[in-house]
């Protein structure tokens, strides 16, 4: 019934009808909270500082572990779980602190695991029960439609000092059904984007193993990752674990660590990765000693495709290589494109009675006496 009196604001009075009277001013409120914010409100904002699970490596949100089948990757996967665990070392020296561990050991079963702890933890300690407690191991697990997010939230919040969650591999994880209008790229992305607004929430470490492609980029290790960019990203970081002629390589990049290309190598009698340092410092190394030892054996110049099949390095490689060696004097350049190693000049090269010349600081070639040995060109 229509209450034609007005009230005190000027409106009429509808029984049984509460309204909400605004002044002209008076702006509608939300029931939620707007999630627009200003520059200045964002910069007037205070944040934690970042919290890494493996310090360099892994920090808090989600990062996507790739690699090549039996490269190691559980073994990695479980040396940096006992670290955080025991508050220990992982990659020979890195220090994690301390914390709660989920590991989803969806491709082991107990003996495995067993098997691989006591390898890996090969000290007194690990008759001390009470230091692998905060290790939490389980073999099956609802996947992700299954109600897998779900619980892995509920074990964070059981778990105050949860640190890291590790779900080794995603293909046993993730939602078999495709939706029916999905791309591939859209069921990559959903299936590990629940996983990483999870991380963000709790702000825990969350690693989702996986593998790589047996084919793949030459020149970008990330374009290995099996499936679709979805993967990667809706992931925080992206590390891979790749190997080749030179040995194992850590690559990682994320948007909140720095790019990572560390030499890694696996030590068959700890069963434990070390990181051996940056690549560009360790493969140079490495390389260069390969092609001063090649040099010395041939006792003559070579081309760059001769030293690349003789240290089994690329050809492209060896040939930036030399020429890097041969501006700092670690190797001798002559003409027609050829290398040597550097006493070769303590003698005096020759070819059939003709002067073999190098090259100088100013990139012009010299003479060299006519005396020594021969070397075939």
Request: aromatic share 6%.
């Amino acid at each position: 019934m229509l209450d034609r009196t007005p009230s005190a604001d000027g409106f009429p009075n509808v029984e049984g009808v509460t309204v909400e009277r605004f002044a002209p001013n008076q702006k509608r409120g939300n029931a939620k909270a707007s999630p627009i914010f200003t520059a200045r409100q964002l910069c007037e904002m205070k944040f934690d500082p970042i919290k890494y699970a493996v310090p360099g490596y892994i920090a808090e949100g989600l990062t996507l572990f790739a690699g090549k089948p039996k490269l190691g990757k559980s073994w990695f996967c479980m040396e940096i779980g006992l670290a955080i665990a025991t508050g220990g070392v992982c990659l020979g020296d890195v220090r994690c602190e301390q914390g709660d561990v989920l590991y989803l050991a969806l491709e082991d079963n107990h003996r495995r695991l067993q098997s691989r702890i006591s390898k890996l933890w090969q000290m007194k300690a690990v008759a001390q029960a009470a230091v692998l407690e905060r290790l939490h191991l389980v073999t099956k697990w609802p996947r992700a439609n299954e109600g897998g997010i779900a619980a892995i939230r509920e074990w964070i919040v059981d778990h105050p000092n949860a640190r890291l969650v590790i779900v080794d591999v995603l293909a046993m994880f993730k939602s078999i059904a495709r939706g029916k209008d999905q791309t591939l790229y859209e069921a990559d992305y959903l299936a590990i984007k629940e996983l990483q607004s999870l991380a963000m929430e709790t702000e825990v470490a969350i690693v989702v193993v996986h593998h790589t492609r047996k084919s793949g980029s030459d020149t970008d290790p990330f374009e290995k990752v099996s499936g679709t960019l979805g993967l990667s990203g809706a992931a925080d970081t992206t590390i891979i674990l790749d190997r080749d002629q030179n040995g194992c390589t850590l690559y990682g990049r994320g948007r909140d660590i720095e790019e990572i290309e560390t030499a890694v190598q696996f030590d068959k009698a700890t069963c434990r990765w070390v990181a051996l340092g940056k690549v560009s410092d360790v493969r140079r190394t490495d390389e260069r000693s390969s092609i001063l030892t090649a040099l010395a054996e041939a006792g003559t110049p070579m081309s760059p495709t001769a030293l690349a099949h003789a240290t089994g390095m690329k050809n492209e490689n060896a040939r930036q290589t030399l020429s890097r060696m041969a501006k700092v004097g670690e190797v001798v350049k002559f003409s027609r494109g050829r290398y040597a190693h550097p006493d070769l000049s303590q003698s005096a090269p020759c070819h059939n009675g003709h002067i073999v010349t190098k090259e100088t600081d100013s990139g012009e070639y010299a003479e060299w006496p006519k005396t020594g040995m021969n070397v075939t060109m």
